[in-house]
């Protein structure tokens, strides 16, 4: 019987062993799936590839993909049958909660209701698109231009609350320009966003331009969705405004994304990760998406999975 007893308690040891393992595998930042934009990736899924992808991306700990409309990005229209895109994300063990489309698709509402019918049918819960994409002269937006997109935005949001979803603004080009008297025209569309409609998800890569991401996030609570995660060097020379720069997403019309410093893993750089996702929890992040090259993704990813926060 003593012998029985011990041997159930090496059995439940060893589960026990084997379960705190999983835990300690699966320790995640926040608890959520660790993410990736697939954007960087587009190449793969242009060629038809998406399996393959999706084979390598849960390979490594990746739970959770963010893709490109296969309506508004050419390099994601072998995306376009949702039912199918859907069963592949499933066949991997992923899902797919996020998805960027280009201001065109929402301008339109028969293509603005394509969308939303697309998203469902993937399993979306959250719409965005890169930028708003307004105009500007030397790097200055005009307030009205401004009002003008912020309110147009606002009835995208409407549409999106009335179909259930999640409608949320990046900060890419326009989002880095700035008014007239010197203000971001990132921070104007906090004030003139309604937070009932549109969230934000911060793109880490356009930082030195935009903020630190602690302070967008403690001080605009709930405001926030997602974020893009890209290695960061806080110390090192800008980037020539306008020049053109690879490693991460974009509406398809170019890679110049202020702020980009694409040759840093996460973790790798000059960022306190942990204090951004405690702040990013306070900010209301509900997903978080690498985004950059395939060898980076590899590198950020394994640093993520040993990230506790």
């Known amino acids: 019987m003593a012998l029985l007893s011990r041997r159930a308690f090496l059995r439940t040891s060893a589960?026990?062993?084997?379960?705190?393992?999983?835990?300690?595998?699966?320790?995640?930042?926040?608890?959520?799936?660790?993410?990736?934009?697939?954007?960087?990736?587009?190449?793969?899924?242009?060629?038809?590839?998406?399996?393959?992808?999706?084979?390598?991306?849960k390979s490594i700990g990746v739970g959770n993909l963010e893709l490109c409309s296969p309506f508004g990005y050419k390099e994601f229209v072998k995306l376009t049958d949702a039912k199918e895109t859907r069963r592949i994300l499933?066949?991997?063990?992923?899902?797919?909660?996020?998805?960027?489309?280009?201001?065109?698709e929402y301008r339109d509402a028969d293509k603005h209701q394509k969308a939303i019918e697309w998203a469902h049918a993937v399993g979306l819960t959250q719409m965005g698109t890169a930028s708003l994409d307004g105009p500007t002269q030397g790097g200055v937006a005009s307030m009205d231009d401004i009002k003008r997109l912020a309110d147009e935005y606002n009835k995208v949001g409407e549409v999106a609350v009335k179909a259930k979803l999640q409608q949320f603004m990046h900060d890419e080009r326009f989002e880095m320009a700035k008014t007239a008297d010197g203000k971001l025209v990132y921070e104007v569309l906090f004030e003139l966003l309604d937070p009932k409609l549109v969230k934000f998800q911060f793109q880490m890569s356009a930082m030195r331009t935009v903020g630190d991401p602690v302070?967008?996030?403690?001080?605009?609570?709930?405001?926030?969705?997602?974020?893009?995660?890209?290695?960061?060097?806080?110390?090192?020379?800008?980037p020539v405004p306008g020049a053109r720069r690879g490693g991460g997403g974009g509406q398809g019309r170019g890679q110049g994304r202020g702020g980009r410093n694409?040759?840093?893993?996460?973790?790798?750089?000059?960022?306190?990760?942990?204090?951004?996702?405690?702040?990013?929890?306070?900010?209301?992040?509900?997903?978080?998406?690498?985004?950059?090259?395939?060898?980076?993704?590899?590198?950020?990813?394994?640093?993520?999975?040993?990230?506790?926060?």
Not at 218 to 236: C, E, W, Y
């Open 262 to 309: 694409p040759g840093l893993a996460v973790g790798h750089d000059t960022l306190d990760w942990p204090k951004i996702f405690a702040a990013a929890k306070t900010g209301g992040i509900k997903n978080y998406f690498v985004e950059q090259s395939w060898d980076l993704t590899q590198q950020s990813v394994a640093y993520l999975k040993t990230l506790k926060v």
């Open 15 to 57: 589960a026990s062993a084997a379960m705190a393992g999983l835990w300690q595998a699966e320790a995640n930042p926040l608890g959520l799936p660790i993410g990736s934009q697939t954007y960087p990736h587009r190449q793969r899924i242009q060629d038809g590839d998406f399996a393959g992808l999706c084979a390598d991306m």
């Open 90 to 104: 499933s066949d991997h063990g992923l899902k797919a909660p996020s998805a960027h489309f280009d201001m065109v």
């Open 215 to 238: 302070m967008w996030f403690t001080k605009n609570p709930g405001r926030f969705i997602s974020m893009h995660l890209q290695g960061v060097d806080v110390n090192a020379p800008l």
